[in-house]
């Protein structure tokens, strides 16, 4: 091997080296990519959503239980997983679906927005539980 290509390749080691990171790629806190298995809740004007989701690749899917004082319905789930974004659709029998978006604002904190069977834009935080 040449002078010339050991000097290149030591100088292609330092490039490389160099731009290594031990520290994950973070996102407002957030490892990336966040899963969203587990039990979330938010709340809202009385409006109250409990739901259970699991998570397989970018894929979505849950079950829960939506509640407005005494009055309550089960829902269920599908969506996707698209960090930051998160979108899924809440299914429950006798309504229109109900579109839910948001964006991860920590790992454990979605900003959320319900559009669809009377909502528009309808503002919702979900934490997830430990």
Known sequence: MSRRNVFLLSLLLLLVAGCYKDDPVTYPSVLLPPVCDGTWIGSNAGLNLNISLKQVKAKITGTGVISVGTLWSNVTISGTNAFPNLGF?????????????????????????????????????????P
Do not use: C, E, H
């Open 89 to 129: 659709t809440l299914y429950i029998t006798g309504y229109q679906p109900i579109g839910v978006s948001g964006v991860y604002d920590a790992k454990s904190t979605i900003n959320a927005y319900l559009n669809g069977s009377g909502f528009t834009n309808f503002p919702m935080v979900l934490t997830k539980q």
